[in-house]
């Protein structure tokens, strides 16, 4: 890896950290060589300290350590992106990233999808949605729906058209999505088992 350290004066460069799992931005640090072989080395994210005048391995007092996955330059070379594994919050005042926000999963349109879905749950009295139609119908009739929508998608996996298959599985994954707030659970709590079988 050739990182440009003397595009500055100070020989630093500046090093987002990244979570590994869930991409946010956990923090931006500095560093220069001796912190980017120490991090290497250890595999525990070090940096060096503009105020102390040292190196700090994040973490080191804490315990809440970055674990190292990965260290990559932009396309200038004077810059890094660090993807992690954090042991507990990444910013000092106990947030999990120095912006105060939630390290949680976002699953893109997903996420805003089990927005939505949450959202007709909340307000079932609304008679023109189909969700909320739905969830006053009750478990059973959302079950019903899923295994339905699962058979669909067997049978057009058996057949050429790619367009009904992927309608179907849309459908199946839409409905299934119901059925886990049905059963007070989001796409997060399925990725936890997958991590823990991992």
């Not at 810059?79 to 005042?93: A, D, F, Q, R």
């Not at 990233?97 to 939630?102: A, Q, S």
């Not at 699962?150 to 050429?160: H, L």
């Amino acid at each position: 890896m050739n990182i440009n350290f003397n595009k500055n004066n100070d020989g630093l460069v500046p090093a987002i950290v990244q979570d590994n799992i869930t991409n946010k931005v956990l923090m931006l640090g500095y560093m220069n060589e001796e912190a980017v072989e120490k991090t290497m080395d250890s595999k525990l994210v070090t940096f060096f300290s503009r105020s102390k005048q040292r190196l700090w391995t994040k973490g080191e007092e804490s315990g809440n350590l970055l674990n190292l996955v990965s260290i990559k330059t932009d396309c200038d070379s004077d810059t890094l992106l660090i993807k992690v594994k954090p042991e507990g919050p990444t910013c000092h005042k106990g947030s999990d990233t120095c912006w105060n926000e939630d390290n949680n999963s976002n699953y893109g349109f997903f996420t805003e999808l089990e927005t939505i879905i949450e959202n007709r749950k909340n307000n079932a009295s609304e008679k023109s949605s189909y969700v909320a139609s739905l969830f006053a119908a009750g478990i059973n009739k959302i079950a019903q729906k899923v295994g339905e929508e699962a058979v669909e998608t067997v049978i057009e996996a058996k057949d050429r058209n790619d367009d009904l298959f992927l309608n179907e599985s849309a459908d199946l994954l839409f409905h299934y999505l119901i059925l886990l707030q049905a059963k007070g659970f989001k796409l997060s709590d399925v990725e936890n088992v997958l991590k823990k079988r991992h």
